[in-house]
């Protein structure tokens, strides 16, 4: 699980504070990877995301802001909602398959070749990726070659040729790749910890799914799953990097998705939280024992969203100097806040052996009764040091996007989430932290072996 932040949306960008830009500019000035990364960030950081909608509703969010050393684009094409959370009762794993099937061939582009090689050759690449929440497909490079990469994403989402061949060719494909992921550690508590917090719900499995569905997948079930969830009701288009005029770009998106039908967009089942406050479950794979604790929140706004990820960071430090102290096994990043599902959760996962699992509650506690406004001002300053050596890669500025769309929320630029955290007080970090003093949290215990 990862730490994310969270989007506010303003009507108007905010400025980059210069005084920064001219220290960091001063201290590195031997460095000229740096200063023009700074160079760029002032010119590029303020940028916001525009929607526009095509003719079938599909919603297309465009944010300029080009990479380093070269300056590229990246368009993805994502399925909201439709990740493995859309897999069929009893068949987890079915929407990952479309992760593979469409690139041995589609409607316009019947070969692997045919899909890739006019986007390779001109160094740019075409891929995608299946998670709990999304399926996404997308493509990068230089802007000159959108005219033609764009037709194939789109053929890639809309027209993939479910052939037996190429679905007996994957399920060998994704068994291997199944046991490869399921040998790993995280792969093997995220699987063990999802049955446990979001049993008999689709969140309940993650991508991979079972390996007796990628066995027996068949030409007829991934063809009813992508009549059922591939439309436009589903489908965001989320562009970033160095980008043709808007009239241009839309242009060329509705040339080739505005065609598209449009349903009703998917709707997961909102996921309720465990009967049981405590599970716990063993395998080896996990190598070491580790306990999580887990504080459910209500649906947040982006301010409290933010709130909470400041409070992880104001708690790690302190939290990992005391189990260092004690002689606990720690690692960094303890606390954070998971807002991968609709059910936000604060979370502390500590690796440790399993008779200090006590010992860590008790910790947990103690670092947060002993939290001040002034660990929060040490915090604050540690992150704005690090700001003017950010640079934020269109990548990530899609992944960012992403993240806001899934939970309702209009993309904003990565300058606007930063003015949001700034103007946080010591008062709401407070609240939170009261909030967790007085909640029974959920716990999780994996033991290895």
Same mark, same amino acid.
């Given at each position: 699980?990862?730490?994310?932040?969270?989007?506010?949306?303003?009507? $108007?960008?905010? $400025?980059?504070?210069?005084?920064?830009?001219?220290?960091?500019?001063?201290?590195?000035?031997?460095?000229?990877?740096?200063?023009?990364?700074?160079?760029?960030?002032?010119?590029?950081? $303020?940028?916001?995301?525009?929607?526009?909608?095509?003719?079938?509703?599909?919603?297309?969010?465009?944010?300029?802001?080009?990479?380093?050393?070269?300056?590229?684009?990246?368009?993805?094409?994502?399925?909201?909602?439709?990740?493995?959370?859309?897999? #069929?009762?009893?068949?987890?794993?079915?929407?990952?398959?479309?992760?593979?099937?469409?690139?041995?061939? $589609?409607?316009?582009?019947?070969?692997?070749? *045919?899909?890739?090689?006019?986007?390779?050759?001109?160094?740019?690449?075409?891929?995608?990726?299946?998670?709990?929440?999304?399926?996404?497909?997308?493509?990068?490079? *230089?802007?000159?070659?959108?005219?033609?990469?764009? %037709?194939?994403?789109?053929? !890639?989402?809309?027209?993939?040729?479910?052939?037996?061949?190429? !679905?007996?060719?994957?399920?060998?494909?994704?068994?291997?790749?199944?046991?490869?992921?399921?040998?790993?550690?995280?792969?093997?508590?995220?699987?063990?910890?999802?049955?446990?917090?979001?049993?008999?719900?689709?969140?309940?499995?993650?991508?991979?799914?079972?390996?007796?569905?990628?066995?027996?997948?068949?030409?007829?079930?991934?063809?009813?799953?992508?009549?059922?969830?591939?439309?436009?009701?589903?489908?965001? &288009?989320?562009?970033?990097?160095?980008? #043709?005029?808007?009239?241009?770009?839309?242009?060329?998106?509705?040339?080739?998705?505005?065609?598209?039908?449009?349903?009703?967009?998917? /709707?997961? %089942?909102?996921?309720?939280?465990?009967?049981?406050?405590?599970?716990?479950?063993?395998?080896?794979?996990?190598?070491?024992?580790?306990?999580?604790?887990?504080? #459910?929140?209500?649906?947040?706004? +982006?301010?409290?969203?933010?709130?909470?990820?400041?409070?992880?960071?104001?708690?790690?430090?302190?939290?990992?100097?005391?189990?260092?102290?004690?002689?606990?096994?720690?690692?960094?990043?303890?606390?954070?806040?998971?807002?991968?599902?609709?059910?936000?959760?604060?979370? !502390?996962?500590?690796?440790?052996?399993?008779?200090?699992?006590?010992?860590?509650?008790?910790?947990?506690?103690?670092?947060?009764?002993? &939290?001040?406004?002034?660990?929060?001002?040490?915090?604050?300053?540690?992150?704005?040091?690090?700001? %003017?050596?950010?640079?934020?890669? +269109?990548?990530?500025?899609?992944? &960012?996007?992403?993240?806001?769309?899934?939970?309702?929320?209009?993309?904003?630029?990565?300058? /606007?989430?930063?003015?949001?955290?700034?103007?946080?007080?010591?008062?709401?970090?407070?609240?939170?932290?009261?909030?967790?003093?007085?909640?029974?949290?959920?716990?999780?215990?994996?033991?290895?072996?």
């Amino acid at each position: 699980m990862i730490d994310k932040r969270t989007a506010v949306r303003h009507d $108007t960008p905010q $400025t980059f504070d210069s005084i920064v830009i001219v220290k960091m500019k001063v201290a590195n000035a031997n460095r000229p990877d740096v200063a023009r990364k700074a160079t760029v960030k002032e010119k590029y950081d $303020t940028a916001v995301f525009e929607r526009f909608t095509l003719s079938n509703g599909i919603a297309v969010y465009v944010q300029r802001s080009p990479i380093l050393p070269d300056e590229r684009y990246q368009v993805s094409a994502c399925l909201l909602h439709t990740g493995s959370c859309a897999d #069929p009762p009893d068949a987890a794993g079915t929407m990952h398959f479309f992760e593979h099937i469409p690139f041995r061939g $589609t409607e316009h582009y019947p070969s692997t070749a *045919a899909i890739h090689k006019p986007i390779t050759s001109e160094a740019g690449m075409i891929g995608g990726k299946t998670s709990v929440q999304v399926t996404k497909f997308f493509v990068t490079g *230089a802007k000159s070659q959108l005219n033609t990469a764009l %037709p194939i994403l789109a053929d !890639v989402v809309a027209a993939p040729r479910i052939l037996e061949k190429h !679905v007996i060719r994957e399920r060998g494909v994704i068994a291997q790749e199944h046991r490869e992921v399921m040998s790993q550690r995280k792969y093997v508590f995220d699987y063990h910890f999802r049955r446990w917090f979001f049993s008999g719900h689709p969140y309940g499995h993650g991508p991979i799914g079972e390996l007796r569905v990628i066995e027996s997948m068949t030409v007829e079930q991934l063809r009813r799953a992508h009549q059922t969830y591939y439309h436009a009701g589903n489908l965001a &288009l989320i562009c970033t990097g160095d980008l #043709p005029a808007d009239a241009e770009l839309i242009a060329v998106a509705e040339a080739n998705f505005g065609n598209l039908p449009r349903r009703a967009a998917y /709707q997961v %089942p909102a996921p309720t939280l465990p009967a049981q406050r405590e599970g716990e479950t063993a395998d080896p794979v996990f190598g070491v024992d580790s306990l999580t604790l887990l504080f #459910p929140l209500p649906n947040l706004t +982006p301010r409290a969203a933010m709130v909470w990820i400041c409070l992880a960071v104001c708690l790690n430090s302190h939290l990992e100097q005391l189990l260092r102290r004690s002689g606990l096994i720690y690692e960094s990043r303890l606390a954070i806040l998971n807002r991968d599902q609709q059910q936000p959760t604060f979370e !502390v996962l500590v690796p440790t052996q399993r008779h200090h699992f006590g010992e860590i509650q008790k910790a947990l506690t103690e670092v947060l009764g002993k &939290l001040t406004a002034t660990h929060w001002e040490n915090a604050r300053q540690i992150i704005q040091r690090k700001l %003017p050596l950010c640079f934020l890669h +269109p990548i990530e500025a899609e992944e &960012l996007a992403l993240d806001d769309l899934l939970r309702g929320q209009a993309p904003v630029s990565i300058r /606007q989430k930063e003015a949001l955290r700034d103007a946080l007080t010591w008062e709401e970090l407070d609240a939170c932290r009261n909030q967790l003093l007085s909640t029974e949290p959920y716990i999780f215990r994996a033991i290895a072996g």
